[in-house]
């Protein structure tokens, strides 16, 4: 099981970071990403790392702004999250995928969260 935290009500320009811990699973090996979806749109895929994060994606919207990162000791995932804007408001969701491939699909993802609520506001 995937439990994000971390999430709330920011003004434009603030920071967050949200956290991903698993619980009843080690992750070791395991690719972490992680996703939004805004009301009324689709989920979206916003940053994913390796195990060993070596190779980490992001997308376009967040890139320069958002930060994947892991404590692997903790089976903890983190995404810092900078200069947000309105539009990254959304619900975030961690996944993990035991391929470690970090892809940019939900479909390379198995395992997911239950979404943590991020509200910008402007």
């Known amino acids: 099981q995937l439990v994000e935290s971390g999430g709330g009500l920011v003004e434009a320009g603030d920071s967050l970071t949200l956290s991903c811990v698993a619980s009843?699973?080690?992750?070791?090996?395991?690719?972490m990403g992680w996703f939004r979806q805004a009301p009324g749109k689709e989920r979206e895929f916003v940053a994913t790392s390796t195990w060993s994060g070596d190779r980490t994606y992001y997308a376009d919207s967040v890139k320069g702004r958002f930060a994947i990162s892991r404590d692997t000791a903790k089976d903890t995932v983190f995404l810092q999250m900078n200069s947000l804007k309105s539009e990254d408001t959304a619900v975030y969701f961690c996944?993990?995928?035991?391929?470690?491939?970090?892809?940019?699909?939900?479909?390379?993802?198995?395992?997911w969260g239950q979404g943590t609520q991020v509200t910008v506001s402007s």
């Open positions: 009843g699973r080690a992750l070791m090996s395991y690719a």
């Open positions: 996944a993990a995928d035991s391929l470690d491939v970090a892809g940019t699909s939900l479909s390379d993802y198995f395992y």
